[in-house]
């Protein structure tokens, strides 16, 4: 391993440490990942236009990447927040909670997002509504019929989102508060918290964020295999990991970004350190530490070209736990309908009073 250290990040190297049957399978670069020509254009232009306010304000960006020549660490992770997605999407998730003896089960919930920044089809210049997020827990039965609305915006101060939840236990829907930061997500027991989902979402209001430059570095990328319908899910999940064989590794430039815990700010996560995919913007590797400084977790995202968007996306995106010995999968498909890139979804789908009406059809 030594002869790689360089381009390893510190996660991956303390996974190669804890498991001896930990690999990476190292294949020929391919730089696959391209946006519309529209959004390129937009891009072009938000170079010399657009502006971070603080952390969490963007002014002057257009249906583009607003920082294309980052100065900051909070540009990048901005962009991948920005990112051009399509429209909309419908994804069908499968996700698991894999113990140490590497047995699991499945949990399912579908997902409807609406794109409103980096929308193709609405002039939405001007809009603080990055986008709609509203899901539905499909198993296990203890969570099934469970609702998440969710409005993500940019400038709206604290955490940056509405978000409601209705709970068929109580039979209502409620503001919900707490769905952020470190609270954890909807059936992980703990393994992802809310700002893990898509890598990394959400403010950044709780850390400074500094730039540290960029980098070769081996990252999951062109993750088809591991996609592939002919690999069912026990053929991907192993003790301790994934099985490697199936995931692929390429070099590729990243930008790397530190975020430190602010002074007087509440997080269990104390520091982290992104790989953002240069050609992307899309977050491909995480280290976690916690209050004690000690590396906690690992996360990665399996990138993947979908051309006929085209974007660039995680699928799976796991978080190992060095010290539990646990990890946490999600966004798996292989035995699923693939995520809906042409799905239709109209902005009064994602009203409080639509998920309320929603809710006492079922």
Same mark, same amino acid.
């Given at each position: 391993?030594?002869?790689?250290?360089?381009?390893?990040?510190?996660?991956?190297?303390?996974?190669?440490?804890?498991?001896? @049957?930990?690999?990476?399978?190292?294949?020929?670069?391919?730089?696959?990942?391209?946006?519309?020509?529209?959004?390129?254009?937009? /891009?072009?232009? *938000?170079?010399? @236009?657009?502006?971070?306010?603080? /952390?969490d304000e963007i002014?002057?960006?257009?249906l583009g990447f607003p920082f294309p020549i980052p100065k900051s660490g909070g540009e990048v992770i901005w962009n991948h #927040?920005?990112?051009?997605?399509?429209?909309?999407?419908?994804?069908? *998730?499968?996700?698991?909670?894999?113990?140490?003896?590497?047995?699991?089960?499945?949990? #399912?919930?579908v997902e409807d997002v609406k794109f409103k920044y980096a929308n193709l089809e609405e002039d939405n210049a001007g809009t603080k509504i990055l986008l709609y997020y509203l899901s539905e827990?499909? @198993?296990?039965?203890?969570?099934?019929?469970?609702?998440?609305?969710?409005?993500?915006?940019?400038?709206?101060?604290?955490?940056?989102?509405?978000? $409601?939840?209705?709970?068929?236990?109580?039979?209502? %829907? *409620?503001?919900?508060?707490? %769905?952020?930061?470190? *609270?954890?997500?909807?059936?992980t027991d703990g393994e992802q918290f809310n700002d893990q989902v898509d890598v990394f979402n959400g403010a950044l209001d709780r850390y400074d964020w500094k730039l540290v430059g960029r980098k070769d570095m081996y990252i999951p990328y062109n993750s088809f295999l591991i996609n592939a319908p002919l690999i069912k899910y026990a053929d991907i999940i192993r003790p301790g990991h994934i099985n490697q064989?199936?995931?692929?590794?390429?070099?590729?430039?990243? $930008?790397?970004?530190?975020?430190?815990?602010?002074?007087g700010m509440r997080h269990q996560i104390k520091k982290r350190r992104f790989y953002v995919d240069e050609d992307s913007w899309a977050i491909a590797t995480v280290d976690d530490y916690?209050?004690?400084?000690?590396? $906690?977790?690992?996360?990665?995202?399996?990138?993947?070209?979908?051309?006929?968007?085209?974007?660039?996306?995680?699928?799976?995106?796991?978080?190992?736990?060095?010290?539990?010995g646990r990890y946490f999968v999600t966004a798996l498909m292989n035995e699923d309908r693939t995520s809906d890139f042409d799905v239709?979804?109209?902005?009064?789908?994602f009203a409080p009073n639509a998920l309320s009406q929603r809710a006492q059809r079922r």
């Open positions: 391993m030594a002869k790689y250290a360089d381009h390893l990040t510190e996660g991956h190297k303390a996974m190669f440490a804890k498991y001896p @049957s930990y690999r990476m399978i190292v294949y020929p670069s391919m730089r696959t990942a391209f946006f519309p020509q529209k959004v390129e254009e937009a /891009t072009i232009k *938000n170079a010399t @236009s657009a502006e971070l306010i603080g /952390t002014k002057g960006a257009v #927040k920005m990112r051009y997605r399509g429209t909309a999407v419908r994804r069908y *998730n499968n996700q698991a909670i894999v113990k140490l003896d590497g047995s699991f089960k499945i949990s #399912k919930l827990v499909l @198993s296990p039965p203890r969570v099934a019929g469970q609702l998440l609305l969710v409005h993500e915006t940019s400038g709206a101060g604290g955490s940056g989102r509405d978000a $409601w939840l209705y709970n068929p236990g109580l039979g209502r %829907v *409620n503001r919900a508060p707490d %769905v952020g930061y470190d *609270n954890p997500y909807i059936g064989n199936l995931a692929r590794y390429e070099m590729h430039r990243v $930008w790397v970004v530190e975020a430190t815990l602010r002074q916690d209050n004690r400084d000690q590396l $906690w977790k690992v996360q990665e995202g399996h990138l993947i070209s979908v051309p006929f968007v085209p974007t660039v996306t995680a699928i799976p995106e796991i978080i190992y736990d060095l010290q539990s239709k979804l109209d902005d009064k789908q």
